[in-house]
């Protein structure tokens, strides 16, 4: 079956169908509702290792759970392993959260410069020896904490490498594993490409059979890329063999994707959302948005997010110039008004 249990590590999941780590989007407002649309797993925005260890009150909002997310993971970037490893006891000592995630995501694969120019995202991919030593200080601190205990699975997500020329996902996962690491997840471009172009699914089907054969199938590998629909979620499945489907820019404006997937995935067809769902779904994520950063913040930071939701509605042209120029929930209620 391509829907399925998966586990990592220790931590047993009902499904293999996530949301993906996306910069400005994977806030607890988002990660909720779509959790409601039937996410089995959700990651948050990457967080800073550096302004963690230095006390950042930013780093400790992105880390909170929501509400109804009995399962996440929290994603770091750092390229120093002593940071890393402090980043990482700071997160299950519980000096920051009365809730630690459930996994560590060690973020290998972002392709923005100033992220890179400090050693960390896609920069790990191109140099799998510094790789290992940051993932091997994580997991050596996550078993330190544990104290005899199953420690908190850590996992890393990486690109295919730096550019065309230097295609380096091979000797990033060896290093992974040889470091302890409980799951990959590879996102098919180069650094180079950033996010254009197209994902390469065949390097994701070449690495799933090269980790189940280093591991004898017990660490999952996941793919990210060009997942913008229930029939590429499957499409993905079946022509890679990987283990899980994460989705990033195939949930903005439609977090029921999910249960759509789902639903194909077991019947081989699925339902269509109706735009009120849809829009509910947004006024609800606006609303929580609004407790985390304030109403003034969360309108300005929904108005990208409701221009996704608003796809596919009549006159959804003219709907969006008054999203951009939306500045209180009032606004956005009575935008949508004939949707609730």
Not at 104 to 131: F, M, Q, R, W, Y
Request: one cysteine or more; proline letters at 4%; hydrophobic letters at 40%.
């Amino acid at each position: 079956m391509l829907y399925h249990p998966v586990s990592i590590g220790s931590v047993n999941l009902s499904g293999n169908l996530f949301l993906a780590p996306v910069a400005g989007y994977s806030d607890r407002a988002f990660r909720s509702v779509c959790i409601t649309g039937g996410a089995n797993f959700t990651y948050t925005e990457m967080v800073s290792a550096e302004a963690l260890v230095r006390g950042s009150d930013k780093t400790e909002n992105l880390m909170a759970r929501a509400e109804n997310e009995s399962q996440y993971a929290i994603q770091l970037f750092g390229g120093n392993p002593e940071v890393m490893a402090a980043a990482v006891e700071i997160i299950l000592s519980k000096k920051k959260l009365s809730s630690p995630p459930e996994v560590i995501d060690i973020n290998a694969g972002c392709p923005v410069p100033k992220i890179v120019k400090t050693g960390a995202g896609s920069a790990l991919t191109k140099d799998p020896e510094h790789l290992y030593r940051i993932v091997n200080a994580a997991v050596n601190t996550s078993k330190y904490l544990a104290q005899g205990k199953t420690p908190v699975p850590i996992t890393v997500k990486i690109r295919l490498g730096w550019d065309s020329d230097h295609i380096t996902w091979k000797e990033a996962a060896a290093s992974a594993i040889e470091a302890g690491v409980a799951a990959i997840t590879l996102h098919g471009r180069t650094k180079a490409q950033g996010y254009e172009g197209k994902a390469n699914w065949e390097a994701l089907g070449e690495l799933s059979s090269f980790v189940k054969s280093k591991t004898d199938g017990k660490v999952p590998v996941f793919g990210s890329g060009d997942v913008f629909s229930p029939e590429a979620a499957k499409k993905m499945l079946q022509e890679t063999l990987c283990d899980g489907v994460m989705f990033a820019r195939g949930a903005m404006g439609n977090p029921f994707i999910f249960i759509q997937t789902r639903e194909l995935l077991e019947t081989g067809k699925y339902n269509n959302i109706p735009p009120s769902k849809r829009i509910s779904a947004g006024l609800k994520e606006l609303k929580q948005l609004i407790i985390d950063c304030g109403e003034i913040s969360a309108c300005k930071q929904m108005r990208k997010r409701f221009c996704a939701y608003s796809k596919g509605l009549a006159e959804g042209a003219t709907l969006r110039t008054k999203i951009v120029a939306a500045e209180t929930e009032s606004d956005y209620l009575n935008l949508f008004r004939e949707y609730c």
